[in-house]
């Protein structure tokens, strides 16, 4: 749909999430619905590039050298040339400051697309909300439970820095990009939902990974009315390919990095929303614990908001 004097505003809508909430795999179903136009993490983009350009991070973060590393590899695989996501809609990452995301956003949507889907994290955009776009939006939440979460984030920080050791002996509590520090609100999810609601809408949107894995089709079908694309039963199955990625907005770095390091890899060749494994674990280890009592006032508030299933 066309900008200009008689049509209306393009439908733009943001997802935002924390880090391990399904959130990759439900971009990539949305990225095969009719019309859209996906961005990926630029605001995450962004937030890392500050992050990584000022040496105190590394004065705080010692083993965070080793996930800036990974960065410039996929840097160099991309001069190279030699990566899956060529001759796509993605940008260098050096592009990404908060100025310029915020112009890239305001501008028309692309030719043939009928709505603008941006999935980001919330410390992304966390100290910056003056950054978003001026135009209207809708204002969505993924949700997971803390517990789940934790769990999934210490595997995936265990990769980040190359931590060697034993599982049980790395602790996500603290020295990590993900959590409260000087740079970062104490639950930046639950901060932007409260902004949202005292700000744009007094009814955001939430949905909880777990009822998406458990009830696919309601959600989906609920959340697509509640922000205005039209359902199909065919968007509960989507390619396995992953090539799709590369007409995704947003870093290529980014993207060429997951595909490195394998951190994205159930998203990226995901096909389906896949049913739950089991419960969610009444007790986790020690040093998941301050990370999930962190989030989880957020998340019990939130909860009571969502999208539910019939």
Not at 56 to 62: G, L, S
Not at 88 to 113: C, H, I, M, R, T
Not at 269 to 292: A, H, M, Q, R, W
Request: glycine share 6%; charged share 25%.
């Amino acid at each position: 749909m066309a900008e200009n004097g008689t049509n209306p505003e393009p439908n733009r809508i943001f997802l935002w999430i924390h880090p391990r909430s399904l959130s990759t795999s439900f971009e990539k179903c949305v990225g095969f619905m009719d019309g859209a136009q996906i961005w990926h993490e630029p605001y995450v983009t962004c937030y890392f590039n500050n992050l990584f350009n000022d040496p105190k991070t590394f004065e705080k973060f010692p083993n965070m050298k080793a996930f800036a590393n990974q960065f410039y590899n996929a840097k160099k695989l991309i001069e190279a040339g030699g990566h899956l996501y060529q001759g796509g809609n993605l940008s260098p990452a050096e592009k990404f400051n908060y100025d310029w995301v915020k112009e890239q956003l305001e501008k028309p949507l692309a030719e043939g697309k009928t709505f603008m889907f941006i999935k980001d994290g919330s410390f992304g955009i966390d100290g910056h909300y003056d950054k978003l776009p001026k135009m209207k939006a809708k204002h969505t939440f993924l949700i997971r439970h803390p517990k789940r979460t934790a769990l999934s984030v210490r595997r995936l920080l265990r990769h980040l820095v190359e931590f060697e050791g034993k599982e049980e002996d790395f602790d996500i509590g603290s020295g990590h990009p993900f959590m409260a520090w000087e740079k970062l609100s104490p639950d930046s999810l639950f901060k932007i939902w409260n902004y949202v609601r005292e700000n744009i809408d007094p009814n955001p949107i939430v949905i909880d990974a777990d009822d998406l894995q458990s009830h696919p089709e309601q959600i989906l079908r609920k959340y697509c009315e509640a922000v205005g694309i039209p359902f199909k039963k065919q968007y509960l199955n989507w390619d396995k390919s992953d090539e799709s990625l590369k007409y995704f907005y947003g870093a290529l770095d980014q993207l060429v990095w997951g595909k490195n390091e394998g951190v994205y890899n159930a998203a990226f060749l995901s096909s389906c929303f896949l049913p739950l494994t089991g419960p969610v674990p009444e007790k986790i280890p020690d040093n998941c614990v301050g990370y999930e009592q962190e989030f989880r006032e957020g998340y019990e508030v939130m909860y009571e908001t969502r999208i539910k299933p019939e």
